[in-house]
């Protein structure tokens, strides 16, 4: 049964900083992509970032790129968001997302976390 | 960036009818090498994640109500909910996978008459 289990959410100041885990199991974490989607409270969903099985590329959203960082552990089937530079409109629950992937080419999101809620706030 | 629009933004249907939820992309994002159409749609409950129901535009994920159904391709597509059910109430989203950024509809709330 796969398990996705984010943590590290919380209330930050603007300009802050903040790590998203995401604990997983049930399924071969090491071959398969893996993507960050958030979603402000009361509106829709927001793709973040996405990375390959291997780690070796990533990719991000505009709205975070150069201040969103995607990283995993394979050895710990874990995956993590570093957040900096916060802004007030960052303030959303961070679903961690598993992509359904074939031959290294990943495409929807087949299971998802329960999320974390970030909030940035002064 | 691909723009996902979905109407209507709420429907209100009595139970046992069917429920229509359009979504329109700005792009084709129907693959020719694959003829495959890059495009999922998922259910959120309050309170919950959001759940894959189908994938490719019409392929139903395992476990997932034969009344859900989804169809269309190149750039419109259609879920339908047929005879629906007090447990159907929730947002849909849909979803395209073409390209990278992965875009979303905003969303359509779906509530018993």
């Known amino acids: 049964q796969v398990q996705l289990v984010e943590s590290g959410g919380g209330v930050v100041q603007p300009g802050g900083s903040l790590r998203l885990s995401c604990a997983t199991s049930g399924f071969t974490f090491s071959s398969y992509g893996m993507h960050w989607v958030r979603q402000a409270p009361g509106k829709g969903l927001e793709w973040v970032a996405f990375i390959r099985y291997d780690g070796t590329n990533t990719f991000y959203a505009d709205s975070v790129k150069g201040r969103f960082t995607i990283s995993r552990d394979n050895s710990k089937n874990t995956l993590f968001l570093q957040m900096k530079s916060l802004r007030p409109e960052d303030t959303a629950f961070y679903y961690c997302?598993?992509?359904?992937?074939?031959?290294?080419?990943?495409?929807?999101?087949?299971?998802w976390g329960r999320g974390t809620l970030v909030t940035v706030s002064s | 960036d691909i723009v996902m629009t979905q109407s209507p933004d709420s429907l209100a249907v009595s139970l046992g009818e069917t429920a229509t939820i359009n979504c329109k992309s700005s792009h084709n994002i129907l693959y020719r090498s694959n003829n495959k159409n890059y495009l999922a749609w998922y259910q959120q409950k309050p309170g919950q994640p959001p759940k894959l129901l189908i994938s490719w535009a019409s392929t139903r994920e395992s476990g997932v109500p034969d009344r859900f159904s989804g169809s269309g391709s190149g750039t419109d597509f259609t879920l339908t909910i047929s005879s629906l059910q007090g447990e159907d109430v929730a947002l849909y989203y849909c979803?395209?996978?073409?390209?990278?950024?992965?875009?979303f509809g905003q969303g359509t709330k779906v509530e018993i008459k």
């Open positions: 997302a598993k992509a359904s992937c074939s031959d290294n080419v990943c495409f929807y999101f087949d299971q």
């Open positions: 979803h395209q996978y073409y390209i990278v950024p992965h875009t």
